[in-house]
């Protein structure tokens, strides 16, 4: 559910000559759908969806969270500004804020789930005693504006019925708590968990992990083993039956809330500290010289600075987000990848403490990165479809590809070429690492001799040549690292 920026009922602007697109992830819901439009995105609702929006855009509640930033901004659109298809398709349509660079749950790191999962507890208690609830749970509910979380699904706000217990609580579960309970108390990360399935971890699978004495482990007896049973149990009822059970025996609005304070507290009391790794001290352990920090923040500096500003640049190997950081100075938003979730979990928590909007950690394999998923592969888009980006650095990443994960260099050039504009005009740093570096002699040193003869610095350059002008070159002071910069020939 990507979002643009809203446009002022005022605007003249028209669309009535653009073809709206819908959005492959906003399906689900019959009630209301995202359509893109113009660059801007839609939220088209039906007669009920839009007499829920009436009643919950009247509602104080809704107001504070959109002045406060915790909801995505969202405006009735004028008819006038539409294209003609949608005017007589739906009842009503909104128009959203855009949010800069979608990613999804098994992207984020440890400290990012939590707190995103602490944001929909929070929109949800204030919603309950106004008369709303949600009608899901889904993380997918979430987005980011660099390291603040964000509530996008307008469109999963309806009136409460009394009696009810919420909806989302099963969702909230499989895609928000299981995998903080997996991290929090196991140690596993839960990215390839959430990657597999797009609806999360059942509780029944979870439950296999949390047998003997770790079934006592905070919020794993209620929300995992009692869940389970719960599920079982009623597994052949309809929902009506469950609903009507639940009003019989005085479910209440009291109890909801209860819930979700509970829940709250659970999700605000997990936490994982991240181990030791070889990354999280990189800058301790690199081979860097000073000299060579200094030419290399001064080219990567000028060749950000030197053209138009970026919409958007992709750190790719981003560490501790040094480069990002630097990146932001010249771009309206950043996305630092990462490989190692303690890396990023640390960034993430220095970026949340500084307030930084325009820079997005992601936890993420470049060698295998985030594939199409869900219905027919395309619910959600792959991280190549996301990636339209103005500039691209690529510093100290090439060499563990290519050695570490046997990827061809060719194939590589290829990769990062076409993370940029097709028509050109977008801009690549790249740093190559020569065989007699310490760090890729060592990744050598693991392989069998003459594994990789192509790895060499006059081949690299020949390969980047072929598909980019070679901006820039700056072999770094050591003598064994060369940077370029390259723009793409479209």
């Not at 949010?99 to 507890?121: G, N, Q």
């Not at 990636?387 to 194939?411: K, Q, S, T």
């Amino acid at each position: 559910m990507v979002v643009p920026p809203p446009v002022p009922a005022t605007s003249s602007t028209t669309t009535s000559d653009s073809v709206p697109r819908a959005d492959p992830g906003s399906f689900r819901d019959p009630a209301n759908r995202v359509l893109h439009a113009d660059g801007q995105v839609f939220r088209g609702l039906g007669p009920q969806g839009a007499e829920d929006w009436r009643a919950l855009a009247g509602a104080e509640f809704f107001g504070r969270l959109l002045a406060d930033g915790k909801v995505c901004g969202t405006e009735t659109a004028d008819p006038a500004t539409l294209p003609a298809s949608l005017t007589g398709q739906w009842a009503t349509v909104l128009r959203h804020e855009r949010i800069p660079f979608v990613s999804y749950p098994y992207e984020w790191s440890f400290a990012m789930l939590r707190d995103a999962a602490l944001l929909h507890l929070e929109i949800l208690r204030a919603a309950v005693p106004a008369g709303f609830t949600t009608k899901d749970g889904s993380a997918y509910n979430l987005q980011w504006r660099g390291a603040e979380p964000v509530f996008i699904d307008v469109g999963s706000f309806e009136p409460a019925r009394d009696g009810e217990p919420w909806a989302g609580y099963r969702q909230f579960c499989q895609t928000l708590l299981y995998p903080l309970l997996l991290q929090a108390h196991l140690g596993l990360d839960f990215q390839p968990w959430l990657r597999s399935r797009i609806d999360g971890i059942e509780a029944g699978e979870l439950r296999k992990l949390f047998g003997g004495t770790r079934r006592f482990r905070a919020g794993v007896l209620k929300h995992v083993h009692l869940h389970d049973a719960i599920q079982s149990r009623y597994a052949a009822a309809s929902t009506g039956t469950v609903r009507a059970e639940l009003k019989d025996a005085g479910f209440s609005r009291e109890l909801v809330l209860a819930t979700l304070r509970a829940l709250e507290k659970l999700v605000g009391r997990l936490d994982w500290q991240p181990p030791a790794s070889h990354w999280s001290g990189y800058r301790e352990t690199c081979t860097y010289s000073d000299a060579d920090r200094e030419a290399k923040e001064r080219f990567v500096t000028e060749a950000l600075a030197e053209s138009n500003r970026s919409r958007l640049v992709l750190d790719l190997g981003a560490n501790d987000g040094r480069y990002s950081r630097l990146a932001a100075g010249y771009a309206d938003y950043v996305v630092a990848v990462e490989s190692d979730p303690a890396v990023v979990d640390q960034l993430y928590r220095r970026l949340r403490a500084d307030g930084e909007r325009r820079v997005l950690p992601l936890v993420m394999d470049l060698a295998d990165p985030s594939p199409g998923g869900g219905w027919r592969g395309v619910e959600r888009g792959s991280f190549a479809e996301r990636a339209d980006a103005d500039a691209v650095l690529a510093l100290a990443v090439v060499h563990h590809l290519a050695i570490g994960r046997n990827v061809p260099l060719p194939e590589i050039v290829d990769w990062l070429v076409g993370l940029l504009p097709t028509a050109g005009g977008g801009r690549l740093v790249v740093e190559f690492v020569h065989p007699d570096d310490p760090m890729a002699a060592r990744l050598l040193a693991n392989k069998p001799a003459g594994l990789f003869p192509d790895y060499h610095r006059e081949e690299f350059e020949r390969l980047l040549g072929q598909r980019c002008d070679i901006v820039r070159r700056l072999e770094l002071p050591s003598g064994t690292r060369t940077l370029y910069l390259g723009t793409p020939r479209g």
